[in-house]
């Protein structure tokens, strides 16, 4: 039940984020509109502290995508994954 219903939320969250922003708005620029000094931060602690190419590779194209594909995939990850462990 736990992650059927964290992919259900999550699903919700997507459509309610697509809804309020539009659904070509990018990541970044809705994390940006909510907390503008997040990223700055971020991008700092990422390149310094773990590892700098993680944040030109993975990170900074995933601020590209639509601000609701990151909970829609993770919400239908985990709704898959709940279903999958029942049976």
């Known amino acids: 039940m736990g992650l059927k219903f964290l ?3 999550l699903l919700i969250v997507a459509l309610a984020l697509g809804l309020w922003f539009g659904t070509d708005t990018p990541l ?24 700098p190419e993680l ?4 990170i900074l194209p995933v601020l590209l ?3 609701w ?5 993770l919400g239908g990850l985990f ?6 462990r029942r049976r």
């Open 7 to 9: 992919g259900l939320l």
């Open 28 to 51: 970044g620029a809705a994390i940006f509109q909510l907390w503008p000094e997040f990223l700055n931060t971020f991008q700092a602690g990422v390149q310094r502290r773990v590892l």
């Open 55 to 58: 944040w030109d590779w993975v």
């Open 65 to 67: 995508w639509p601000v």
């Open 69 to 73: 594909a990151v909970p829609a995939g």
């Open 79 to 84: 709704l898959l994954l709940g279903l999958a």
